[in-house]
Every structure is written in C-alpha cells, then in structure tokens.
C-alpha cells in the first residue's frame, strides 16, 4: 500500500463543529455524501458550516469501486418529508449556496428524479437569495427523469463523470462514459451552469486526462474539479499513484487554455468542495 504523502494529509478540525451539525442532520433524519463518502474536507465544510445533502437515502443499487456508500439491490424508502427537512436545515444553517446528491436509484421509477424536483422547490420556495447546486446519477439515461430536474430550475447541474472512461469498468461498472456527457449536454441545452468532476489517482494517464477536459469543454461544460482520489475503506480500489500538485496545476492550466471557464485542481478538491466559489466567480 502506498504511504500518503504530506500533501494528502488534512485535519479534521473542530469536533465541536462536527458535532453539532450531525446532531442537526440527525434530528431531522437527514444524510449527507460528506458522512457517507467519508469526505476529508468534512471538518472545514462542517464548521462553515456547510453540507452537501444526500437524498433518497443512504443505500445505493450501485458498486462503483472507489465509492464507501452501502450498496443494496433493495435501499430505504423514500422520506416524503426529506424535501421540507433540507429546506428547514439550509435555513436554520444560513446556507447561501445548497448543494443536493443522492444515492444512485435504479429501482425506482426515474430514478427518484421527482425526489430532486420537490427539494428544489422546497428550498427555493423557503430561501429566497439562495442557490441550488444538484449532483445526480445518471438516471440511466431516462431523458424525462432529467427533464423533470431541469424543469425544477435548480441553478447549478453538476454530474460527475468521475474517471477515465478506460477505467470505468472497475470505477463506475454500472455508468457509461458517452451517456454521462450526454446528460451535462442535455442540462446545458436547457441553459443551466453545469459543472462536473473526476478522481485521479486510479491508474489514469495524462493524456487520458486531457482527453476528459477536452470531451467535456464539447459538451459545453462552464465548470469542473479534479481532486486526488483516498481510498475510503479496504474494500475499495487501492490508490494507484498520490498525483502530485504540480501535475494538479497542470491539469488546471490546461484546462483553462483549451477553454473551460472554471476549472479546480488539487488534491483536496471534491464536486461540492468550495461550491460556492464558483457563483463568486473565482
Ligand atoms: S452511484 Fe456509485 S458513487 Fe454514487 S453512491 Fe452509488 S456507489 Fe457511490
């Protein structure tokens, strides 16, 4: 197994912090992709504080290999409540920028689409200056599923395309490349910022890499972050190389030269890391 090098290591921060905003979370039956990914940035986002919320439960009908989620053919019921809930907690939370995920949810109809569309609404109809970043799943390609997001107006469509598409066999088995940036197309053509992100560290090339920035910039994509990925549990792929900032920066640069607007690289960097960073436009 490979050491973790100074540049990979972060402190948690103030357990005080942490606590406090899983007590809130927990109160009102709510799960975020920041526990259930066992993101490392969850100290300083927390203590922010901030969130990403995560809908449609905490199982996922999905084995993608870098992923820490439980994975089960049969997840939680829908919560009819979690829409009204995550508007209650952004408010209590003063949240400016709300970023909602979910499980990946191939047994329900659209793929819990309706689920994504009523939290939109509920925010927007709570909080009046605020706004609404969505990461979702593919919905397997179901263009009514995403249609029904889209039409909910939420001011941010992020989908992650989260590696190579040579690697995808192992990373996202259940995904397809081509219908990943088909989706980001689609939301694009309805006229919403979209934004979407990989993991290196997994055995990718550079090449490989720029060919990734270069399909999304086709695909008419305003933002995307590249972040190292850590391996969260030992059942999940091994780290196959600590990438090394330089070559985050040259991911960064590149990027922008060929023509993305927005472009985050670094080891840290995760989908809704500093989400609102982007409506600052920085
Ligand atoms: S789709 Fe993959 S990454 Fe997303 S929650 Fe499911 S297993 Fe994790």
Redesign the pocket.
Known sequence: MKRLPSWAKKTLGPASKLHEMKSILRKRNLHTVCESARCPNIGECFSKPTATFMILGDV?T???G??S?E?KADPLLVDPHEPANIALTAKELGLKHVVITS??RDDLPNGGADQFALTIKAIKDNISDILVEVLT?DFEGDQEALKIVLDARPDIFNHNLETVPSLYSVV?PQADYQRSLDVLGRAKQAGVMTKSGIMVGLGETKEEVKEVLRDLLASGCDAVTIGQYLRPTRNNLEVREYVEPEVFKEYEEYGKAIGLKYVYSGPFVRSSYNAEQLINGK
Do not use: D, M, S
């Open positions: 996922c999905r084995t993608c870098f992923c989620i994975k499980v990946t799943p996202r």
